[in-house]
């Protein structure tokens, strides 16, 4: 995160270019390619295998655009997809199967994506917060910082969560596309070998 003097800095120049008006225009207060923090790369990449999940109660295969993005990038990626599924946004459903992917041994991560939100079928979070071993706060701030400089103060809404489940790293990202472009491009992909070497669990 930029510090409070480097924000302050940006502010200024900002509203001199655009002025106090264009802060609300939709403009991005930091410029795209301006000033973006690269992580330190991982020693050596491996292949992560990862399970796909869509919470949805109307999509299907054929309509699931993000749970095909999610899976196209990680193989882009070099990553392995072993399961793809789409559940309904039932509590008990959502927490029922992430109990059994943990058993698997050829899981890695779990990515869940849809149900985010605060409307009352949006309960993926709710369900999954109650089961996860640790949390990774980092991941839902960043997410939403993110987000806010493409949707402003919508971000807000979003209740995007990650942790670790028995071992298992778990992630939890709103179920739009675009949303799921930015977590994988820009947090999931760049930190998975990290956090999966963090984590010290050996694959069969």
Not at 78 to 84: D, Q, R, T
Request: hydrophobic residues 40%.
């Amino acid at each position: 995160m930029l510090n409070l003097m480097v924000w302050a800095s940006l502010r200024l120049d900002w509203v001199m270019e655009n002025g106090e008006e264009g802060m609300g225009s939709g403009k991005k207060l930091i410029p795209e390619n301006s000033m973006t923090p690269q992580p330190h790369p991982d020693s050596s990449h491996r292949m992560v295998n990862c399970a796909v999940i869509t919470v949805s109660d109307t999509r299907s295969q054929p309509t699931d655009r993000s749970g095909q993005t999610i899976q196209k990038l990680l193989l882009e990626a070099g990553h392995g997809v072993i399961v793809y599924r789409i559940i309904p946004d039932e509590p008990t459903l959502i927490q029922d199967y992430l109990q059994e992917l943990a058993q698997r041994s050829d899981i890695e991560a779990i990515i869940f994506n849809g149900g985010t939100g605060i409307a009352p079928r949006d309960t993926t979070y709710d369900a999954l917060v109650t089961l996860l071993d640790k949390t990774l706060p980092g991941f839902g701030e960043i997410f939403r910082y993110l987000s806010y400089q493409e949707i402003a103060s919508r971000a807000i809404a979003s209740r995007a969560i990650a942790g670790i489940y028995q071992s298992k790293l778990v992630f939890s990202i709103p179920g739009s596309t675009g949303a799921v472009k930015l977590a994988l491009s820009q947090i999931i992909i760049p930190e998975l070998v990290h956090l999966i070497t963090q984590l010290g669990i050996a694959r069969d």
